[in-house]
């Protein structure tokens, strides 16, 4: 099964306000494991980076100048992406300025059933912890140290890692890793001596205490 791990990064929140795409980045998984194949572009936003996105992620209007528009990149971004599910982490978020992107080119938006949102699973998993991808790094040991500001390849890279533990860890379906090897159960039998069955029936002079037991008692409820 095909998937890839997706991020962006943007010059704000919303793109019905103008805001634009600056990076995409993403990772390929199969079976849920990535296979070190990824895909990444800066995208020429084509308008001002304002402060407080450029301190997010540290890319500047000069910084992107130099790189394509998405126009440019767009097909060979929908090629890498195929038919595969898309994992995100805050799904809508990222979804809205794809979308946004390619119906401004005349192009087919993504469905969102297309999408596994990994904020609605970690909820679902964790109810009243915190979700974002940091908080979900430090739960699992995930090293994100190399995240000082916000990249969108970086992010997907540990989004992938993060999926992963929520689906369970590389052995979520129990199932043996290919090539593993066998494992041989010997059998033991354990040996046990033959003993002759012992004797239960009473002997004559058990016989005879008993009847003479019987005879003393008053009134038993059997002669009745």
């Known amino acids: 099964m095909r998937e890839i791990a997706l991020d962006t990064e943007t010059t704000g929140f919303n793109p019905a306000d103008g805001h634009r795409i600056v990076e995409i980045g993403c990772v390929e998984l199969h079976n849920h494991v990535p296979t070190g194949t990824v895909w990444r572009s800066y995208v020429n936003p084509e308008?001002?980076?304002?402060d407080g996105a450029f301190q997010v992620h540290g890319l500047s209007e000069a910084f992107l100048a130099d790189h394509p528009v998405f126009a440019e990149i767009a097909g060979d971004f929908q090629e890498f992406l195929g038919d595969a599910k898309l994992v995100i982490h805050n799904a809508a978020f990222d979804m809205g300025f794809i979308n946004s992107e390619l119906e401004t080119l005349g192009l087919a938006p993504i469905p969102m059933d297309r999408t596994v949102d990994t904020v609605q699973m970690a909820r679902a998993r964790f109810p009243g912890a915190q979700a974002s991808l940091d908080a979900l790094c430090r739960r699992f040991g995930i090293d994100n140290s190399a995240r000082t500001k916000h990249g969108a390849l970086?992010?997907?890279e540990?989004?992938?890692?993060v999926y992963l533990e929520l689906i369970g860890g590389r052995q979520h379906d129990f199932g043996l890793v290919s090539g593993a090897a066998?494992?041989?159960r010997e059998s033991v039998t354990a040996e046990r001596p033959v003993r002759t069955a012992r004797p239960h029936a009473a002997s004559e002079a058990e016989r005879t205490a008993h009847a003479a037991f019987i005879e003393g008692l008053t009134d038993p409820i059997w002669k009745v």
Do not use: K, T, W
């Not at 308008?47 to 304002?50: A, I, K």
């Not at 540990?158 to 890692?161: D, R, Y």
């Open 182 to 184: 066998s494992v041989q």
């Open 158 to 161: 540990l989004l992938a890692e």
């Open 154 to 156: 970086l992010d997907a």
């Open 47 to 50: 308008r001002d980076m304002p």
